[in-house]
């Protein structure tokens, strides 16, 4: 079947950016999503992409995409404590997620 | 609140329980899904349900058994489960059409433990 894949883990430091990778290998994927997930809670959409853009903005988060190599990422800037969450990247033909990065922001 | 609504939060239930878990949206959506989150998987779809009709179920043990009886609702019954069943279920729903891309609305999960 067709996978989408994401490292586990990334730390870093308030005020720094994060960057979480994404790929996967479905390249009929129409719309591709990002979700956050805080402790004890479900997943809240934080943006998408449709696959026509490579870059899509909305204040602190850049989504960029390069349809060619099937990579997703998410950029966050100025990364606050209240960042640390799983993220998970998925993709819309199936809705598959990844397994998700989590993020922690030290202080 | 995300307009998709799970109770109970939490439950707890034995081997040879039954119980139900249930979901409902208020977002006039079309289609609703059951996913379960463990620790040792990624997110694993269980159930679609599209204009209340089931589309797939994904090989899901029997000991599952889904119920959509209209587009606002969404039930999980679950009976004999095993430890291994424990986990983070959660519901979703969406309004699936050409071009829509918004993705899926989840509810905040109900924390299964089969004790």
């Known amino acids: 079947g067709e996978d989408v894949e994401q490292s586990l883990f990334l730390s870093v430091r308030e005020g720094d950016s994060s960057v979480i990778n994404c790929t996967y290998t479905?390249?009929?994927?129409?719309?591709l999503y990002w979700y956050k997930q805080e402790p004890g809670a479900g997943l809240q959409l934080l943006t998408y992409?449709?696959?026509?853009?490579d870059m899509k903005q909305d204040q602190r988060l850049t989504v960029l995409l390069n349809k060619k190599d099937k990579h997703l990422s998410l950029r966050i800037a100025d990364t606050q404590t209240g960042d640390s969450a799983i993220y998970f990247c998925a993709e819309r033909q199936d809705m598959r997620f990844g397994a998700g990065t989590r993020l922690t922001v030290k202080p | 609140e995300t307009g998709v609504t799970q109770t109970p939060r939490h439950l707890v239930m034995g081997m040879t329980n039954k119980k139900s878990l249930k979901c409902e949206q208020h977002l006039g959506h079309n289609a609703m899904y059951w996913y379960k989150q463990s620790a040792k998987k990624p997110l694993e779809l269980m159930f679609v349900?599209?204009?209340?009709?089931?589309?797939e179920n994904n090989s899901v043990p029997s000991r599952f058994s889904p119920e959509c009886p209209n587009s606002s609702h969404l039930f999980l019954h679950l009976h004999t489960l095993q430890p291994e069943d424990s986990a983070l279920y959660l519901c979703?729903?969406?309004?699936?059409?050409?071009?829509f891309g918004y993705g899926y609305t989840f509810g905040s999960g109900t924390r299964l433990t089969v004790v």
């Open positions: 349900y599209s204009l209340e009709e089931r589309v």
């Open positions: 979703a729903s969406s309004q699936e059409g050409s071009g």
């Open positions: 479905d390249s009929s994927s129409t719309y």
């Open positions: 992409i449709f696959s026509n853009m």
